[in-house]
């Protein structure tokens, strides 16, 4: 796509998601939810939480909210055609922290809880990204968890095991 947009001199840009979560996610099996997180708002929703899991130790996940706001600064920003950008959280969260806020979300939150800084991830176009576009995702684990689990609930929406 780049190439073809740099050949053509299209008016074109590529914007790189990671795993998205939040309100209305899809749980649709055999779609791409590789990601820990992911599978864990799953397992909280189903009840499925205190099952053992092998869960790889950190993600990247973005908040639905984030990666909207980045979506629309790369399609408005000036000067970005041609570009390419990345959208991920640019410090991994642990897992094991994840799964714990969602087991009991009010703890947490009157904890004011922060999760543990890991060593940033190489991504080719991260850093520039958020340089370019004035963007940093709005790390709210607690709330955006919160969020996410309080609309399927209220919802009522049944979420497949």
Request: aromatic share 8%; glycine share 2%.
């Amino acid at each position: 796509m780049a190439k073809l947009a740099k050949e053509d001199n299209l008016n074109a840009r590529i914007l790189r998601l990671g795993p998205v979560f939040g309100p209305k996610m899809d749980f649709v099996p055999n779609t791409n939810h590789d990601d820990p997180a992911l599978k864990l708002i799953q397992q909280a929703l189903t009840q499925d939480i205190q099952k053992e899991n092998t869960l790889e130790f950190s993600t990247r996940a973005l908040f639905i909210d984030d990666a909207c706001s980045l979506a629309i600064k790369c399609i408005f920003a000036g000067a970005t055609a041609q570009k390419i950008f990345d959208g991920v959280l640019p410090h991994p969260l642990k897992v094991s922290e994840v799964k714990q806020v969602l087991l009991d979300p009010i703890l947490y939150q009157t904890r004011s809880f922060h999760p543990t800084p890991l060593p940033p991830w190489n991504t080719p176009n991260l850093e520039k990204t958020m340089h370019f576009l004035h963007w940093h995702p709005k790390l709210d684990l607690v709330n955006h968890l919160k969020q996410t689990l309080n609309y399927f609930k209220e919802a009522e929406i049944k979420v497949p095991k």
